[in-house]
Structure formats: C-alpha cells, structure tokens
C-alpha cells in the first residue's frame, strides 16, 4: 500500500478541524443560543447537532419578518405560537426560510432533512468509497 502526500496532508487538516462546528455550538449565547435550544426541542435534535451559523441566519430571517419568538419566550424554550413552531422546524429540516421577498435559502448541506436517514445525503456529496451503492447494506 502506497501513502501519498496528499492523503497524509488531507488527513491532518481534517483531524485538525475535526472539532470547529462545536467551537461554534459551545460559543453561542445569548439569543442564538437560546434559539438553538429552542429549535432542538422542537426538531428532536441535540442542540450540538444544530449549526450555530445557521441558527444565527434563521433566527436573523424570522427577525425581519417580525414573526420571532420574543427575548422570553426563548428563554422559556417555547413559542407558544404552533405556527410559528411549525415554521421554525420546515426552516431546520428544509433549510429555508420564508421572507417578505419569497423563500430564502439558509443552508443545503446542514439542512436536517439529510440526518432524517441513515441513507440520504446531500447531491454532490458521497455516501461512501466509490462503488458503495452495489453493495447491499450490512444488517444488524
């Protein structure tokens, strides 16, 4: 077997950056932070599972919109609002936001709807080594 120098440099700037998305997730405070423990109440996700960046941009969006849970209600983990819970959770999963302007595009690849399933991921992204899909999947 024969180790390339790139497969030695890759491996080292992945093992390096391994642990940036929880820096963001450990440094989020405030009403972001608040927003992202809300959202995973309402997603079933823990909320080291949820993108700080994107829990940011969402909230930003329902800012604008002038539909935002308030400051306590955040704080209080609840919205009171089903709507606005419903809104909050098609945001997570779909990755877009709906704005005076039409729906914005938060994210694609942190969307929720790709951690639903064992098998989805994002078009353009690789489930595996090549050839993975002619295999059937193992069983437990």
């Avoid at 820096?23 to 959202?39: I, K, N, Y």
């Avoid at 098609?90 to 595009?105: D, F, K, N």
């Amino acid at each position: 077997m024969t180790i390339r120098r790139r497969t030695i440099l890759l491996s080292t700037v992945a093992t390096a950056t391994a642990g940036w998305p929880q820096l963001g997730v450990a440094q989020a405070a405030g009403p972001v932070g608040d927003f992202l423990a809300l959202s995973a109440r309402l997603t079933g996700f823990p909320v080291s599972a949820l993108s700080a960046g994107v829990g940011a941009m969402l909230l930003k969006s329902f800012q604008a919109q002038g539909a935002q849970p308030g400051p306590g209600q955040l704080a209080a983990n609840t919205t009171r609002s089903p709507a606005l819970d419903a809104e909050i959770i098609a945001a997570w999963y779909s990755g877009v936001s709906q704005t005076a302007a039409g729906p914005v595009v938060v994210t694609h690849d942190e969307a929720l709807v790709w951690h639903s399933a064992d098998f989805l991921h994002p078009p353009g992204q690789c489930g595996g080594a090549f050839g993975y899909w002619s295999n059937p999947p193992a069983t437990a």
